[in-house]
């Protein structure tokens, strides 16, 4: 079967979602402790300096000042493990050389790869990562939630299949993780998260996407296997990859295209049974129009809840058509009277996007400017955050790192007059990352979840260095979080209380 899991092009992805025990064994860890403060998601700064608020200061505004209360429940033992990692995953060199490790010939002798694996495995694996199955990730989940109060979203860590027997088995493996997120308590959990390319050949989405393109530049063009969606286009949306007509699907691709609705729908209609919310994640944009137009499809047969979507679809707010796409998905799915359910993040292919744009002779499909991007992603949330508020069925899931962000939307939630209990919108950071940020929207009374991947320590390496890479001493969420940890020992060592 040809499934890669966490893929090995790591560096593509500059955000997504502790190293301190066995997996099944989960401890409160500086990265799942009681936190009540706040952070940032996918950005690049300077280590920026910890806030302290003016007296005067609105409630929605972040304190970070007082660190003792901050990591007041973790022991000095786990903060000192959370912090060496942090730190081990801030320092360029060291995470270069990691990363040459883990590709190199060393991990094809047995001796040496049982070393490595076991030194990533009470490392950054436990940091980072929910535990090897569903079992223990849910189990993960619980004690995450009974020491912080933060919700879990379960994600089984496969990205990536190339055969229907691939998909096939990642799809029972996300049935799995359905059945896992039902056994916990509905406090614990907030969704799962599935990634169209595990169960849907990555050759047939690209088939699919330049078809879907085709039909957008020429409007009588016809393609007779479509089902019923969304807009998945806009006029400013990129179009470049398909220079050509092409090929209509072969008589097989139609029937894999099939068994891959029959995939994505039996998951939703086990979400749908189970009443648990579906994530579908993105991806790079040659992709996205596939994605795009399963998840429509799929929100269309299974958003039947008028007050609670089960299926969201996630838009990524680095693209320039973001919030022309996001508004006219909203408008059809009003005209249509389906509640759709979207995750907002700020997005995770920047380098591929430019180099393959580039190759082809057009300007890159991300904004020029990390602002024009928080512009972006504000916009698109307070856009999401009124369609919440005003009775409709919308729901929404607020991926950010970024504190900014995080004080514009409680602003905004107070000025909307949100039930911040209703489900109706809640925040999501990754596992061991942002974690000041986490407890920060929890206190403010949101709720807040943690993207928890699970799967095998060494088919999560890739994801695990992509972690690493993102925690390097230019990423202002690590920073921040080195910084607090950093300061709270310093402060207990001083203290005496160590």
């Known amino acids: 079967m040809a499934t890669r899991l966490l893929r090995t092009n790591f560096i593509r992805r500059p955000y997504r979602f502790s190293a301190l025990s066995p997996v099944g ?15 940032s998601f996918g950005q690049q ?33 786990d903060l000192l493990r959370s912090t060496a990692v942090l730190h081990a995953a801030a320092i360029g060199p060291m995470v270069d050389l990691g990363s040459w490790v883990m590709s190199s010939k060393l991990m094809d002798n047995a001796v040496t790869r049982a070393m490595v694996i076991g030194l990533v495995k009470s490392t950054f694996y436990d940091h980072f990562c929910a535990g090897e199955d569903a079992d223990a990730a849910a189990q993960r989940v619980r004690s995450v939630y009974e020491a912080t109060g933060l919700k879990g979203m379960l994600v089984y860590g496969v990205e990536h299949a190339d055969d229907a027997a691939s998909c096939d088995d990642n799809m029972h493996h996300f049935l799995r993780t359905i059945e896992a997120a039902k056994s916990l308590p509905t406090s614990h959990f907030s969704s799962v998260v599935v990634k169209i390319t595990a169960i849907c050949p990555i050759s047939l989405l690209k088939r699919v996407s330049d078809l879907l393109r085709w039909e957008y530049k020429t409007k009588n063009f ?5 089902l019923k969606s969304f807009p998945v286009f806009s006029d400013s949306s990129p179009l470049y990859h398909t220079n050509s007509e092409p090929e209509p699907l072969t008589a097989e691709e139609e029937r894999e295209l099939a068994a891959a609705h029959v995939r994505i729908q039996d998951i939703c209609r086990k979400c749908q049974e189970s009443n648990v919310p579906l994530l579908v994640d993105a991806e790079d944009t040659i992709l996205q129009p596939a994605i795009d137009y399963m998840a429509y499809s799929s929100a269309i047969l299974f958003n039947a809840d008028k007050d609670r979507p089960i299926v969201y679809n996630t838009i990524q707010a680095y693209l320039r058509d973001a919030g022309e796409r996001l508004h006219l998905a909203v408008q059809e799915a009003e005209k249509e009277n389906v509640p759709m359910g979207f995750k907002l993040v700020r997005g995770a292919y920047m380098s591929s996007e430019a180099k393959l744009a580039d190759s082809l002779g057009h300007k890159s499909p991300v904004h020029d400017t990390i602002q024009n991007t928080h512009d972006c992603y504000n916009n698109c949330m307070t856009f999401l955050m009124e369609k919440a508020s005003n009775g409709s069925g919308f729901g929404v899931v607020l991926a950010t790192h970024n504190a900014d962000s995080g004080r514009l939307a409680s602003k905004k939630a107070s000025e ?39 799967g095998p320590v060494e088919t999560a390496i890739p994801y695990l260095v992509r972690r690493a890479y993102e925690n390097r001493g230019m990423m202002a969420t690590g920073a921040t979080d080195r ?15 160590a």
């Open 483 to 497: 910084q607090l940890m950093r300061m709270e020992l310093k402060r207990r060592l001083l203290a005496g209380n």
């Open 222 to 226: 016809n393609l007779s296997w479509k």
């Open 25 to 39: 064994q989960p401890t409160v860890t500086a990265s799942t402790a009681v936190v009540p403060e706040i952070l």
């Open 416 to 454: 909307l007059n949100i039930d911040k209990e209703n489900g109706k919108i809640e925040f999501a950071q990754l596992y061991g990352m942002s974690d000041a940020l986490s407890f920060g929207l929890k206190r403010a009374g949101f709720n807040v979840s943690k993207y928890m991947p699970f």
């Open 45 to 77: 700064a300077p280590e920026p300096p910890v806030h302290h608020p003016k007296p005067n200061e609105a409630r929605h505004d972040i304190d970070l000042s007082d660190q003792a209360r901050l990591f007041a429940s973790v022991p000095t033992s």
